[in-house]
């Protein structure tokens, strides 16, 4: 049975940096790329950054991108979203995923065949 873990969510104020991580039970996780999702209240769930499964490559939404940075320690099998300067809007339930069949970092989440419990980030004006 696979385990997902995100932590690191947590209320802060507009400005603030916070890093998540998760940890994952997942065999083989360093052969397999991760990403990171976000779901507000009310709206669906959205790509926020993906990576490789050597970190050779990543991609961001354009909302986050230069303000966000997804990595991963394989010896751990974890990875980790490092947010800076967080905006109200960044404000959600982020979630990681992990894919087993899909190359590269893809956007669609029905390419992720495993999911963390999620973890709510929430960022004060």
């Known amino acids: 049975q696979v385990h997902m873990v995100e932590s690191g969510g947590r209320l802060v104020q507009a400005g603030d940096s916070l890093t998540l991580s998760c940890a994952t039970s997942?065999?083989?996780?360093?052969?397999?790329?991760m990403a990171w999702f976000r779901q507000a209240a009310g709206k669906e769930r959205e790509f926020v950054a993906g990576?490789?499964?050597?970190?050779?490559?990543?991609r961001y939404a354009d909302s986050v991108k230069g303000r966000f940075t997804i990595s991963r320690e394989n010896a751990k099998n974890t990875a980790y979203l490092l947010m800076a300067s967080l905006e109200p809007e960044d404000t959600a339930v982020y979630y990681c995923?992990?894919?087993?069949?899909?190359?590269?970092?893809?956007?669609?989440?029905?390419?992720?065949?495993?999911w963390g419990q999620g973890t709510q980030v929430t960022v004060s004006s």
């Open positions: 990576i490789t499964w050597n970190g050779e490559y990543t």
């Open positions: 997942v065999r083989l996780f360093s052969t397999y790329s």
């Open positions: 995923a992990l894919t087993i069949g899909a190359a590269g970092t893809p956007q669609y989440s029905g390419e992720y065949d495993y």
